[in-house]
């Protein structure tokens, strides 16, 4: 008989622990990601996530301690963390109450561009046809401003928005007469074209932002956005330095749409949009709608081609801030709020319940009503499934308790969509029943089959691992959340 | 191709299968067969695959299994737990009228 007591002798008595709900998903070889109720995460491996679900992991083990910190597990110790993730779950769940904060108006459907990609815009000089009067901006403003939201922007579209400027003017003047507790915002998406000194001074004096396109490099940008002239680039170019001219350069931003011909030149666009002196750029897929899909641009390229694009896009991003340049990208860094705070950003893609409706709602030219941008697109195809109603003929709580809106709330919801519901990165992730009705026929869709969840996958994935690996990228990840 | 792989019904529920099997839509049917303890499993393959990628299909099948085995496991702890607040959800919205 040994002397000694055995190691187990002196480890202390073994108590028991409780799991809290969590989730788990492969992340890389032999590296799995854990996530729980209000997206925390631990990044381990098999066998410590086995031992966790079977009780065998040992207090003094200090994946122990920071599985319960991360509320993962409870023991004696932390009683409290069924409360604290209770609060934590219920602020993340809190913008919900307070919804629908941006209002989109489209103030006129006239272009005179003619993008291929383009979902909505009609080349016509027919006003009366195509533009919103002021008998609908009165009945969509009464709605807007009705929304339990403290903070309403006001986002008026197009086709080209600014071909109809006078209403525009109308309707921020009429927002801001009426006697209202809101925070008003303005924004004008806008391609720069037809702009001119005396409409940014108005913008200036109302604190109305800009929010144009730019594609990338001239060649790039001109071939996508096609107008009399052939340019576009030239216009949007003089359109932006005269915006930050007058409203100053934080009152201009910039999208980009990813056609085909932008794959092969990641680092050209970003560099476009350093040149012009933007500290960030949204590596934007085109949307599966409208004469995306009439001019067959949208099958021009899968999840698979468009994420090698935003990986090299996104390489060369880390690679400039390491070199001292601040620069970031927008999707990524939504993402990044999702994971590391408790407040949701309220991107439509990115929500669950989905943000149509919640988080945007939009106003067509004609009076009614879509659940979101990419619901009205779908209707330019003939599909009125995400029609909400009309300004003229509904009231607010029949528009915003419709069945077109609360059915694909209901059913997409991705805490019981099969997959999303087991997945580790549900938290983060959206749910986006547009899309899926448009491409696989029903609000939910079957996720292996579907491209928003192979990309959003190959995001989630590429963000966590590049975390782990390289301590600059988490650091830099975490300065993109302010 | 057709792969044949079966499980004894006290290791693997036939929920747990199914589960395993729907993240393998985009790649393979399956049909499910209970008799006895066992459940017999049938993997039809797309005729475009090769016979390695089938047999790495099913090895895959395999480790989900396991994986939606653990799910389940972690699933039945912590039902009354995950069963959290969303009543707070649409409690200040104005849809609802004073009669």
Known sequence: ?482 | MNLDISFHKSVYPLDVLKKAAYRFIDSFSIDFIPKDNQIYCTLNFNEKLTDKQCEYYLDQFKKEVLDQDLREKIKKETEPIRNLVLAQAFSKTNLIKDE
Not at chain 1, 22 to 49: H, Q
Not at chain 1, 100 to 118: A, D, I, N, Q
Not at chain 1, 382 to 398: P, Q, S
Not at chain 1, 447 to 458: G, I, V
């Open chain 1, 1 to 482: 008989m040994s002397k000694f007591q055995t190691i187990d002798f002196y480890k202390a008595p073994k108590k028991n622990y409780h799991l809290l709900p969590f989730r788990f998903s492969d992340l890389a070889k032999d590296k799995l990601i854990l996530t729980n109720l209000v997206g925390e995460y631990f990044v381990t491996e098999k066998k410590i996530l086995e031992d966790l679900v079977h009780h065998k992991l040992e207090q003094e083990d200090p994946n122990y301690k920071a599985l319960r910190s991360k509320h993962f597990l409870y023991d004696d110790q932390t009683s409290v963390a069924k409360d604290l993730l209770s609060i934590k779950y219920k602020t993340k769940l809190n913008r919900l109450a307070e919804f629908t904060s941006l209002h989109m108006f489209v103030v006129s459907l006239r272009c005179e561009h003619s993008c291929p990609y383009c979902q909505v815009s009609r080349q016509s000089d027919d006003k009366v046809k195509y533009d919103m009067s002021e008998e609908v901006a009165l009945k969509s403003l009464d709605l807007a401003l009705r929304s339990p939201s403290p903070n309403i922007k006001i986002e008026f579209q197009g086709g080209e928005s600014l071909l109809n400027f006078e209403l525009i003017k109308f309707i921020v003047e009429e927002a801001k007469r009426r006697e209202t507790n809101k925070n008003l915002s303005f924004v004008i998406a806008t391609n720069l074209a037809v702009v001119n000194r005396d409409i940014l001074e108005y913008c200036k004096i109302h604190g109305i932002h800009i929010s144009t396109s730019l594609d990338g490099p001239k060649d790039l940008h001109n071939k996508n956005r096609p107008r009399p002239g052939k340019n576009s680039y030239e216009k949007t170019i003089e359109g932006i330095n005269l915006s930050r001219e007058i409203l100053g350069p934080d009152m201009v931003s910039a999208l980009m749409t990813t056609t085909e011909a932008s794959l092969a030149y990641p680092k050209e666009i970003i560099n476009e949009y350093i040149q012009n002196n933007f500290n960030e750029i949204f590596l934007r897929p085109l949307s599966p709608y409208g004469f995306a899909i009439k001019t067959k641009k949208f099958n021009e390229y899968n999840a698979d081609k468009w994420f090698e694009f935003y990986k090299e896009g996104m390489e060369y991003i880390i690679e400039l801030n390491r070199n001292g340049l601040e620069f970031k990208e927008f999707y990524t860094s939504i993402i990044l709020k999702k994971i590391f705070t408790f407040t949701d950003p309220g991107y439509v893609d990115l929500m669950s319940p989905s943000g149509i409706g919640i988080a945007a709602v939009i106003y067509n030219y004609d009076g009614e009503v879509y659940a979101s941008d990419e619901s009205r697109m779908l209707a330019e195809m003939g599909d009125k499934k995400f029609m909400i109603g009309d300004v003229m003929k509904n009231t607010y709580e029949e528009i915003f308790l419709s069945d077109n809106l609360l059915d694909p709330l209901e059913e997409s919801f991705s805490y019981s969509a099969p997959m999303c519901n087991e997945c580790a990165f549900e938290n983060y992730c959206g749910c986006d029943p547009v899309y899926h009705h448009a491409v696989h026929g029903d609000f939910v869709g079957r996720k292996p089959e579907s491209d928003f969840c192979k990309r959003n996958m190959s995001i989630f994935k590429y963000i966590f691992n590049r975390m782990e690996s390289d301590s600059f990228v988490e650091q830099l990840f975490m300065s993109w959340i302010q």
